[in-house]
């Protein structure tokens, strides 16, 4: 059954389009666009209150590192140091601990929010295999967790179980508090096969595989891992570069850059998503845009971690491809993410406008390329109100602080860079409607959903740091 709705204006092929009749088919797929539709044309088709936009993918999460945010935000004592590996120290603190149902509990709140923030698909990048600290149980369990998360509130997933196996350059294992993330090719293997055979039926969930870093896997892994990944046609995701002692690491232990060794050691091609890239030059930026590769760009984490700032006009003149994503979660808003990124920039080279073609908006620009990447992140058609695409999209409250008064033809621009953040009014994923205001509403989600996921993700929270 076809069902279709009538938008006063949407997003089609990277520009805004009026009075647009879209159409849904069974599959949850766009099965029809029509832009200046008569009156008579959208009779029956329901009405959509604002402007439309294509749901957008997060391209790169750490669920359970929501459980973190704003918790790490107080110096150390005088003369420590302040900086990613001291802000890892406390991420630890909770990943070793974590089990399944708290696993669920914090992903089911963020993909609450994630959706409130506009985003209908999120990649997790997730290394949490092994048992909880004397929990006891199966790694399948810290996966499935994810999954029952994703499905109650209605956000689609792509899973990333991810290769971790030794602590560092030159390391031959773990250290102790990393051993939840011990994997190898054949135990990923295994789960990839084991979730895919539990979720058959669910839509919503697709698997890709993802290597942790350069240092925590040598190169007959990652290589074995690759070429399976390469075989099952599925994207591939890797951090890399994100820190300079990383690069400076690498450099001491190869001779080479993360970026410029990975390119020269693996088969590097459009199913890879460099997840940061913050500390890479020209020269790199470039061959990864002939690769075809895209890089998962974290504007807000990047910022929280003092990672550094990503050169995005010399990825951009390459014509590399890109995405976002929230990653540690101190934002869970695409439009945050997009400003903060064009932000940087300005802030970088004292300019503004840096994203945008002559004559052109630099929040168009950033959106588009976000889309575009989405999909090679996820390994799925997202990111498009086009034929055969997902029907993921979200309705805009055209009367909502930021918009009130706005041409039609700037609503984007003022969505990104005009205080205070607009939540969407409804958002959609595969023609079904998960968001209606602040209320979840996934057909046959209990009633009161919002507030269930709250009370037990402020007990899980309690249960860890209270």
Do not use: K
Not at 27 to 49: E, F, I, K, V
Not at 420 to 442: E, F, I
């Amino acid at each position: 059954m076809t069902e279709r709705f009538f938008a006063p204006q949407a997003w089609l092929d990277g520009a805004w389009a009026q009075d647009v009749l879209l159409s849904v088919g069974a599959d949850g797929c766009w099965s029809g666009l029509q832009p200046n539709a008569s009156a008579a044309q959208a009779q029956g088709a329901t009405r959509l209150a604002g402007p439309v936009l294509p749901g957008l993918v997060n391209s790169h999460s750490h669920a359970f590192q929501r459980a973190i945010a704003g918790l790490t935000e107080r110096a150390g004592a005088a003369g420590s140091s302040d900086d990613f590996w001291s802000w890892r120290d406390r991420m630890y603190s909770a990943a070793r601990r974590i089990t399944p149902s708290q696993m669920e509990h914090i992903a089911a709140w963020l993909y609450a929010e994630l959706l409130a923030g506009g985003y209908t698909q999120v990649c997790e990048f997730h290394y949490l295999h092994q048992p909880a600290d004397a929990a006891g149980g199966d790694p399948l369990d810290m996966s499935m967790a994810l999954v029952r998360a994703a499905e109650r509130v209605g956000m689609g997933l792509t899973l990333l179980p991810t290769l971790y196996m030794r602590s560092g350059f030159g390391a031959t294992g773990l250290r102790q508090d990393q051993r939840r993330f011990a994997s190898s090719p054949d135990t990923l293997v295994r789960l990839v096969g084991e979730v895919q055979a539990a979720c058959r039926g669910l839509p919503g969930v697709n698997l890709g595989l993802a290597i942790h870093s350069l240092r925590a896997a040598g190169l007959p892994a990652m290589t074995e891992l690759a070429a399976w990944a390469g075989a099952q046609q599925l994207p591939v995701h890797i951090h890399i570069a994100e820190q300079t002692q990383e690069v400076q690491d690498c450099l001491a232990h190869t001779g080479q850059r993360p970026i410029e060794w990975l390119l020269n050691n693996l088969p590097v091609n459009a199913q890879w998503n460099l997840v940061h890239a913050t500390h890479a030059n020209l020269s790199e930026l470039q061959a990864v845009a002939q690769r075809g590769a895209a890089i998962v760009i974290c504007p807000s984490t990047e910022a929280n971690l003092g990672d550094g700032v990503f050169d995005y006009p010399a990825y951009a003149a390459a014509g590399g491809n890109w995405s976002i994503g929230s990653d540690s979660h101190v934002s869970r808003s695409w439009t945050q993410e997009l400003c903060l990124l064009e932000y940087s920039q300005r802030l970088t080279l004292r300019r503004r406008n840096v994203a945008a073609q002559p004559g052109g908006s630099s929040a168009a620009a950033l959106f588009n390329g976000a889309l575009a990447g989405g999909r090679a992140a996820s390994g799925l058609p997202l990111g498009s109100i086009s034929l055969g695409y997902r029907a993921d999209f979200v309705v805009l409250d055209a009367q909502s602080p930021a918009l009130l008064g706005v041409p039609g033809q700037q609503a984007l621009d003022a969505l990104v860079f005009s205080s205070p953040h607009t939540a969407p009014a409804q958002v959609y994923q595969g023609g079904q409607q998960r968001l209606d205001g602040s209320r979840l509403c996934r057909p046959g989600a209990e009633s009161g959903l919002r507030e269930q996921l709250a009370q037990d993700f402020a007990r899980t929270m309690g249960e860890l740091w209270g």
